[in-house]
């Protein structure tokens, strides 16, 4: 950041030395020592701010992608919960019935009318998949 060269840093030691004097001069080096310590804490402060920050907004990103992708795949896949409470169908017949038995051939037709909604079994909590 500071490119300060060794010969540079000789003539501002020689400098100090000559205007502070030999005798003050380690207190004004502690002085310098201790500003020095707390802008390079104050930097170090501000930098892990902005680095929190920075990982906050990337975790809120991904929870809004999450949050979208989870929304599609709820909708792709219902639970099979959601699809047993919506409200049954009135499956009475207006034709009048010729007897009291239902044949194999109506039952067929009844089905094949009104396939169950395709949907996934809910997983075992703590067991394999099937």
Not at 9 to 15: E, G, I, R, T, W
Not at 40 to 56: K, N, Q, S, V, Y
Request: glycine share 6%.
């Amino acid at each position: 950041m500071f490119d300060v060269a060794p010969t540079e840093l000789l003539l501002v030691v020689v400098v100090a030395l000559v205007v502070i004097g030999p005798k003050d001069l380690p207190k004004a080096m502690r002085f310098v020592g201790k500003w020095m310590g707390k802008a390079r804490g104050m930097a170090r402060h501000f930098r892990a701010g902005l680095d929190t920050m920075m990982r906050e907004a990337e975790l809120e990103e991904l929870e809004k992608q999450w949050r979208e992708q989870n929304e599609a795949i709820m909708r792709e896949f219902p639970r099979i919960d959601d699809v047993n409470a919506t409200p049954a169908t009135n499956t009475a017949s207006t034709e009048p019935a010729t007897s009291g038995a239902v044949t194999e051939a109506e039952v067929d037709e009844a089905a094949a009318a009104n396939p169950p909604p395709e949907t996934h079994a809910i997983p075992p909590k703590d067991g394999t998949l099937p």
